[in-house]
Nanobody
Framework: VQLQASGGGLVQPGGSLRLSCAAS????????MGWYRQAPGKQRELVTT???????NYVGSVKGRFTISRDDAKNTVYLQMNSLKPEDTAVYYC???????????????WGQGTLVTVSS
């Protein structure tokens, strides 16, 4: 299974970006999908997750500004980022917890990362 992330770039403070991440390969079911980020010199942190039922969780620093969504027909997860701040600058990674069959154990896959830079 491969995850292909896209949508990063340079944006001014207060601006918006939308990230996408599509999963492809041998997939029976995708359960939890999420976005993590790693800023320069810092550890990777969880930003947000969304369950197969649509339930979402966010780290406090992005609540009210970021929105995660998913399209199960396309095995794709999105991250709408509004009111971006310089401290949101990081490489953003998508993650998917999936199964290859109904009897398969949960597996995890990561995207390659997409750079988001918030700067004037």
């Amino acid at each position: 299974v491969q995850l292909q992330a896209s949508g990063g770039g340079l944006v001014q403070p207060g601006g918006s970006l939308r990230l996408s991440c599509a999963a492809s390969g041998s997939i029976f079911r995708v359960n939890v999908m999420g976005w993590y980020r790693q800023a320069p010199g810092k550890q990777r942190e969880l930003v947000t997750t969304i369950t197969s039922g649509g339930g979402a969780n966010y780290v406090g620093s992005v609540k009210g500004r970021f929105t995660i969504s998913r399209d199960d027909a396309k095995n794709t997860v999105y991250l709408q980022m509004n009111s971006l701040k310089p401290e949101d600058t990081a490489v953003y990674y998508c993650n998917a917890q999936y199964q290859r069959a109904s009897y398969d154990y949960p597996r995890s896959a990561w995207g390659q990362g997409t750079l988001v830079t918030v700067s004037s």
